[in-house]
């Protein structure tokens, strides 16, 4: 039986090795440079801020001269009844046709445009949302390539740690067939071993469908399948975030947050969305210059046509708008509705980031302690389990107080490995809370990890 016992625990130790890993070939920024490169996300987003670069040159443009070019050909055919004094007969011909073809060149320059000057701001602002809702995608995307790395790397550990068990609880299932044939234990020994047994299988079950879906995810979002990821280093130190206090991270996540930043330009492009309308009644000026060039083909009379005749004119020119049938004033009434609706989105933005923030902070303050109190945890839960086999073999347990030290022990190491994969996500969200994640904080993390 002893013999049994020993080859139980090398099964053990050998499955529990596995939890480390031993070095995988794709790492966490490998993962980030194949989704960088394939994400429909990110690739929206790139295509985005390009539209959205443009915004501010199409608002330069408001205030720029606009020149045009514009010509005609018409064909024209005339016929005169009228009896026309001898004088004129020569000018006016009773019949006649023939193209006359004209060219125009216009330069038209605003002078005076209060309204164009404010749509200038709004798209410049519409430019800036562009640059942060870019950057926004960059962190999202380093987000869920840390959510869906760990993540594989989480449900491949809870595989490990139930197969371990599986091999533990089958050892101790044989053991008990064996005592119970000899007349050494109970019916109820043996029930309970088969009880185990057969709850580990289900869980097996279970933990290899959700490695399944895992690694589907990986692959949908990086293009590589996830069969071999570095693991973390065995026995990592965790440390506590660069700065400890709670309100110099909300303090940054207040100016640095990319949903808080893109609520506040919202606002600011509503607010000026109230002064557009407002300013759309007052009068425009504008410089006007134009050229134009008229010429005739097919002996049509010169009354009809100057064949030739050049034309030059400089001026300015006033639109007063009068009467729009109210529209202007309920597109007012609209953006000032339009206006406190951001400033409430601007409200929920800015408490759901204190949320996350502060979530992620005690996220990853509590992971650094609680790492250190499960590490001894599993050490203690391994000595009583020690104990409890041996207490078993003298006839003080029974072989339900084994199994049942053994799964506080898969428990406690499980649970070890979970506190290590909250710990590296929270420290991920922690920064995309704050607006401050980089693909340095991803180099980091990746330090981490066993190459």
Not at 29 to 50: C, K, P, T
Not at 90 to 105: D, N, T
Not at 134 to 145: D, G, P
Not at 162 to 187: D, P, S, Y
């Amino acid at each position: 039986m002893n013999k049994l016992f020993m080859c139980a625990r090398v099964a053990i130790a050998a499955a529990l090795a596995m939890l480390c890993g031993t070095g995988g070939a794709t790492d966490l920024m490998d993962a980030y440079a194949g989704a960088r490169e394939i994400d429909s996300r990110m690739l929206a987003a790139n295509e985005a801020l390009q539209a959205g670069r443009e915004k501010a040159i199409q608002g330069r443009a408001l205030s720029r001269p606009k020149v045009s070019l514009s010509g005609s050909v018409v064909h024209v055919d005339e016929k005169s009844s009228a009896e026309l004094p001898a004088a004129l007969s020569g000018l006016i011909k009773p019949e006649s046709s023939g193209r006359v073809q004209q060219v125009a060149l216009q330069l038209v320059h605003p002078l005076y445009d209060s309204r164009s000057r404010v749509e200038r701001a709004q798209l410049a602002h519409q430019a800036t949302l562009a640059e942060i809702g870019h950057r926004h995608a960059a962190q999202e995307l380093m987000q869920r390539v840390g959510e869906a790395y760990f993540g594989v790397l989480l449900a491949h550990e809870h595989v490990r740690v139930v197969q371990a068990e599986k091999v533990a609880v089958a050892m101790q299932l044989e053991r008990a067939k064996a005592r119970f044939e000899v007349g050494r234990a109970r019916i109820t020994d043996l029930q309970e071993a088969q009880a185990r047994h057969d709850n580990v299988v289900a869980k097996e079950v279970v933990t290899g469908s959700t490695l399944a879906l895992r690694r589907m995810q990986y692959l949908e979002l990086t293009g590589a399948p996830a069969d071999e990821l570095a693991a973390l280093r065995p026995g990592f130190a965790p440390t506590a975030p660069h700065s400890d206090r709670l309100e110099e991270w909300l303090l940054k996540a207040a100016v640095g947050n990319a949903r808080v930043q893109s609520r506040e330009v919202e606002l600011a492009i509503a607010t000026a969305e109230i002064e557009k309308y407002r300013l759309s009644g007052r009068p425009t000026i504008d410089l006007v210059a134009s050229v134009t060039r008229k010429g005739q083909s097919g002996g049509l009379s010169p009354l009809v046509a100057m064949d030739g005749s050049r034309s030059a004119v400089l001026g300015l020119q006033l639109n007063v708008p009068l009467y729009t049938g109210g529209a202007l004033e309920s597109r007012r009434v609209e953006s000032m509705a339009r206006k406190r609706q951001a400033e409430h989105d601007l409200d929920t933005a800015r408490s759901d980031t204190r949320l996350q923030v502060h979530e992620a902070f005690l996220a990853v303050v509590t992971s650094v302690s609680r790492i250190a109190a499960l590490a001894q945890s599993v050490l203690s839960a391994q000595s009583a389990l020690d104990a409890t086999v041996l207490g078993r073999d003298l006839g003080t347990r029974t072989e339900v107080d084994v199994l049942d030290a053994q799964q506080r022990l898969f428990s406690a190491q499980f649970e070890l490995v979970q506190a290590r994969n909250d710990y590296m996500l929270g420290r991920i969200r922690l920064a995309a809370a704050a607006g401050d994640l980089q693909e340095g904080d991803l180099h980091g993390l990746n330090a981490l990890l066993v190459h």
